[in-house]
Nanobody, 124 residues
């Protein structure tokens, strides 16, 4: 079955950097669009970034543009989220998601598989 396993979360200070990873198995990874979402306490899960087959097709929510970079390594079945200039408002559980169609989409309803999430806490 399809599994998505996130890693790289933790406690970090504002202004710092961290890279999240999501290792996928049980799917033909290069055929899937991938996304990152996050959910803060008491809030709905929100879109962060998405990538199509390659880095030529990426999309970010406005609040992370210029600070976060999504990338993928199809040989390693892994998608990454490089987070720079972190802010306390970035604190959330970060989820990796996969969709059968390779295109980019921001809607969580368009994703077919989800990881268990990794906690990112940014202190001021």
């Amino acid at each position: 079955q399809v599994q998505l396993v996130e890693s790289g979360g933790g406690l970090m200070q504002a202004g710092g950097s961290r890279r999240l990873s999501c290792a996928a198995s049980g799917l033909t990874f290069s055929s899937y669009g991938m996304g990152w979402f996050r959910q803060a306490p008491g809030k709905e899960r929100e879109f962060v970034a998405a990538i199509g087959w390659s880095a030529g097709s990426v999309y970010y929510t406005d609040s992370v543009k210029g600070r976060f970079t999504i990338s993928r390594d199809n040989a390693k079945n892994t998608v990454y989220l490089q987070m720079n200039s972190l802010k306390p408002e970035d604190t959330a559980v970060y989820y990796c998601a996969a969709r059968v169609k390779v295109g980019v989409t921001t809607s969580k309803n368009n994703y077919d598989y989800w990881g268990q999430g990794t906690q990112v806490t940014v202190s001021s």
